[in-house]
């Protein structure tokens, strides 16, 4: 396995170095159609971006850009697929977060180095949710129950070890409490936490706050935080923990669009182009809206520089919650 | 005023066209085995981007409807349910099509269906709300006594002995166990294949112990015209043999659409357990239990009028939460962002004639159905006429890409002829199929609910028992369970085979 990985790496150099003497063709178009995998569920919040930029590409290209959601081993299987898969074009994917976490805590092997990255489609800060009945109206009443009471509450939002997981144990770690002070209940995702969360059957639930919009909009859900450092648009009057926590803490997830190590240049450069016009469009900052999110964008070379960063601190979280193989 | 401008919303050309086309296209595609319902609706989201937000959503309705229905045409003729809604009756609508009677079954089928949409869309526009209210309070304690039951209802299908229907559901269990295992994150006979952490998704493995299966007893079989031979009968016959059916039994198909409802509704349960549920509740309560699974129309009625009912049910989670009940509408979630329509309770008063309007449509498309429903019937009675070595190998070919779709992978292939292989080899030892098919699909669902419940509790078992619902439902399940056990035990005593015997001669 480690060969193979070595051996992926030094043709991406090769590769690499090939395809900068044709640094400005960014001319390749798809002649046929194209597998977009994606690692997760239909329906959450990667599917959703993912399916809205296939759509877009294929109306660019005109040629079929078929979203598969290829789910399963925590993010492994859609991951290992997209990087093993041929570095022509013809299969690319959306890699996200997980990327970064799932070497640490000994999934996989498989770590950013095995992909290409093309563009980053979405930032998706964590929030701190409680059902409406809950007895907590903020988030300092939460972490002083919690201090007072280890292992008394329980949270949800996404699998063992999963981006979610690492918000809470992150942020209670950070704040200098256990970090299993609130105990991780394992779920197949946001939307069965969030239905966990207002059955009364967790007490607290951690997913991305785009993903508990439209619970808090109905009253069924109240958001104590939101993981970052600029307000949402779509929820301004959510605590920022940027500010409310005196560690400062804060975490996101994200999603890029990727292909597979070794990608030739005018093959990456030309999605890459292509998506920029996409995010730049009035449909894409539309959507965006409609799911309470901001548009972002990143060249290649910063979104390269944003996920090595990013790999480094997530493992330090991972280490300090001893969550690492 | 308001009325009239829902009417025309409602009945223009466009969107009654697109209806049309769409029922036409579900019961294609429903009637082929392994392609289901939810492929049918994926392979339909690129046609959605050129369609205004009603018209996509009406698409996607009229298409999943028409799709769970139509599943039940190849089960009636060919005995290979075409989604897994239908496999709880396939044994009684194929051995009453084998009488002498496929499109009288299949009428049947198809009215107790447009019914059954019908007083699910009805429901799903007055009470919507409400339903998501009791929805809302299912948690993993309630979801998995509800998975538990639903178990119980393979004793109930299958007609043969409760130990053989017994041995069938546990093979499908076992095959449920395959894969990452849910709470830990730790393989299961998975043997180093990486397709396998996924596990075994209960698609291949009901075309393979159906389909597969199905093919290879007919390959074994000397007479080579057997389904040329079955006599069909007329039109007029069969129309008026069906309304017969559907009017005698009006009380139950009222319990099993405002059922099939409900249990669409709930998180995690879509057609296919609704279905499962309303047959087993059907054969409790009828006057004649001991022809269920022999070819009776009341199993066929109830779990037909249930499916459907339950595919308008699974919209109440998604138009109110916005967390989809079934994989269907996750897509349709998908595309009405896509539309910029954010579904969640803001969307009934911001959005309020579009819901209105999706209401319409809905109750169109489960009308339309009978038509192209009808269309389908006659055209698929044709298939019966096919010679039968001819038609075994064009299924064959229609499984295996039907399993490599699910999976994009060849060895979701092989997992099907596998599982074919298993499947002739149950239909030799006389243990049914559809409870395997059952376990499958529930395998995974009472293990994921039963390990987050134990992780909440810290392991205490009475913990099942600690919310109000929770006890109601445990101790419905304990019951239930406790008296098929004592069932299985007098069976086995008193050497109880002979009831199984007389399954296979039908």
């Known amino acids: ?325 | 005023m308001e009325l009239v401008t829902l009417l025309a919303a409602v009945f223009e050309p466009q969107l009654l066209l697109t209806i049309l086309l769409c029922t036409l296209y579900g019961s294609f595609v429903g009637a082929m085995p392994g392609l289901t319902a939810t492929m049918a609706v994926a392979l339909l989201v690129p046609f959605t981007y050129f369609m205004d937000p009603v018209q996509a959503v009406a698409a996607i309705v009229a298409t999943t409807t028409t799709a769970i229905f139509a599943g039940d045409i190849s089960g009636a003729l060919l005995r290979m349910p075409g989604t897994p809604a239908s496999a709880a009756y396939v044994e009684d609508a194929h051995a009453l099509a084998r009488a002498g009677r496929p499109r009288t079954t299949l009428f049947v089928s198809l009215f107790a269906a447009s019914i059954g949409g019908i007083i699910g869309v009805l429901l799903l526009a007055s009470a919507t709300p409400l339903l998501a209210r009791i929805a809302s309070r299912f948690s993993s304690d309630e979801a998995f006594w509800l998975a538990t039951l639903g178990l119980s209802c393979a004793v109930f299908v299958g007609g043969a002995s409760v130990p053989r229907n017994f041995a069938s559901l546990f093979i499908g269990l076992a095959i449920a166990s395959v894969g990452i295992d849910v709470a830990v994150g730790h393989p299961r006979f998975t043997f180093g294949i990486n397709d396998l952490y996924d596990g075994i998704s209960f698609i291949p493995a009901m075309i393979g112990l159906f389909a597969i299966a199905e093919i290879l007893r007919n390959a074994e079989t000397s007479d080579p015209t057997r389904l040329g031979q079955l006599s069909v009968e007329p039109l007029r016959t069969a129309l008026a043999g069906a309304w017969g059916q559907i009017r005698q039994r009006k009380l139950g198909i009222l319990r099993s659409g405002v059922g099939g409802t409900f249990i669409g509704a709930l998180p995690g349960a879509g057609a296919d357990i609704a279905a499962w549920i309303a047959y087993a509740v059907s054969r409790r309560l009828s006057k004649t239990p001991e022809k269920f699974g022999r070819g009776h129309y009341e199993g066929i009625v109830d779990g037909g009028t249930a499916n459907n009912a339950a595919v308008a049910g699974a919209w109440t989670p998604a138009l109110v939460f916005g967390i989809p009940g079934d994989s269907v509408t996750a897509i349709a979630i998908g595309v009405l962002l896509m539309k910029g329509l954010t579904p969640g309770p803001n969307i009934f008063s911001s959005d309020a004639m579009l819901v209105e309007t999706l209401f319409g449509a809905f109750l169109v498309a489960n009308v339309v159905m009978i038509v192209s429903g009808g269309l389908a019937i006659m055209a698929a009675s044709r298939l019966l006429r096919v010679p039968r070595s001819m038609l075994m190998p064009s299924v064959l070919l229609l499984s295996m890409i039907g399993a490599y779709a699910i999976m994009g992978s060849v060895t979701a292939v092989w997992i099907v002829l596998g599982l074919g292989l298993l499947g002739y080899l149950m239909t030799l030892a006389r243990i049914p199929i559809a409870p395997a098919v059952l376990g499958v699909v529930l395998g995974e669902v009472v293990e994921d609910n039963f390990m987050v419940s134990m992780m909440k509790a810290q392991g205490d078992l009475t913990g099942f028992f600690d919310r109000g619902t929770a006890a109601v439902l445990g101790v419905v399940t304990l019951a239930v369970w406790g008296l098929l056990l004592f069932r299985a035990a007098r069976e086995v005593i008193s050497g109880g085979g002979s009831r199984s015997r007389e399954t296979e001669k039908t």
């Not at chain 1, 180095?113 to 949710?129: C, F, G, H, K």
């Open chain 1, 1 to 325: 396995m480690l060969k193979k990985t070595s051996l992926v790496t030094a043709t991406a150099l090769i590769a690499g170095a090939g395809a900068a003497a044709a640094q400005d063709s960014c001319d390749w178009t798809p002649d046929r159609a194209v597998t977009y995998i994606v690692p997760w569920g239909a329906g959450g919040g990667t599917d959703a971006n993912s399916r809205k930029l296939a759509s877009m590409l294929e109306e660019k290209w005109g040629q079929p850009f078929n979203v598969v959601n290829r789910t399963g081993g925590n993010g492994v299987t859609g991951h290992s697929a997209i990087a093993r898969a041929d570095p022509d074009g013809y299969t690319v994917g959306s890699v996200t977060v997980e990327i970064n976490t799932m070497h640490w805590v000994g999934l996989t092997d498989l770590t950013y180095e095995d992909v290409t990255p093309l563009a980053l489609v979405d930032i998706v800060p964590a929030s701190v949710l409680v059902a409406d009945d809950s007895q907590f109206d903020s988030l300092s009443g939460l972490l002083d129950h919690a201090r007072e009471n280890p292992g008394d509450l329980t949270a949800s939002g996404t699998s063992q070890g999963g981006i979610w997981h690492l918000a809470l144990a992150g942020m209670l770690n950070a704040e200098g409490l256990e970090p299993d002070a609130i105990r991780w209940i394992p779920s197949q995702g946001a939307a069965p936490a969030l239905q966990e969360l207002i059955a009364g059957g967790v007490d607290v639930a951690t997913p991305a706050l785009s993903e508990g919009k439209g619970l808090v909009e109905a009253g069924d859900a109240r958001a104590l935080a939101y993981m970052h450092s600029e307000p949402m648009e779509a929820l301004p009057d959510v605590p920022l923990t940027a500010e409310t926590l005196d560690s400062g803490w804060t975490l996101a997830a994200y999603i890029t669009t990727s292909g597979p190590a070794g990608m030739p240049d005018n093959v990456a450069c030309s999605y890459a182009q292509a998506i920029d016009e996409i995010i730049a469009s009035d449909e894409w900052a539309e959507f965006k809206a409609s799911r309470g999110a901001e548009v972002v964008s990143m060249s290649r070379d910063e979104l390269s520089a944003y996920m090595a960063e990013k790999d480094e601190t997530l493992g330090e979280v991972i280490e300090a919650v001893g969550l690492a193989q």
